[in-house]
């Protein structure tokens, strides 16, 4: 009975992604080469804003040794074509203390 039911399971997952790519790439047809680059350079663009301020906080704290402001679930507007909605990504604090930081235990 396991097994049918991870079979259905899987051939449900797969028809979805099935769908989800043959719709993805109907999109992008649509789109065109421009419109397709102008999507790939707007989320470059965000990951590299993401990248820059979480640095900036990891350099604040290793320079002051105090616990950094790190961002708790912040959105960041991801652009997107001028026909889809923005996507919304979410930071997440590190999944590790630094253990030289105050208040860390031993």
């Known amino acids: 009975m396991r097994r049918l039911f991870w079979t259905a399971v899987g051939a449900a997952g797969g028809i979805y992604a ?3 790519g043959t719709r993805a790439v109907q999109q992008a047809r649509a789109r065109g080469l421009v ?35 790190w961002p708790r679930l912040t959105p960041a507007a991801v652009v997107g074509p001028a026909d889809q909605r923005p996507v919304t990504v979410t930071t997440l604090p590190p999944s590790r203390p630094d253990p030289a930081a105050p208040g860390s235990r031993p």
């Open 18 to 20: 099935y769908r989800r």
């Open 35 to 69: 419109g397709n680059l102008h999507a790939a350079a707007g989320t470059a663009a965000a990951v590299a804003t993401q990248t820059r301020a979480l640095l900036a906080l990891a350099d604040q704290a290793a320079v002051g040794r105090r616990e950094p402001d």
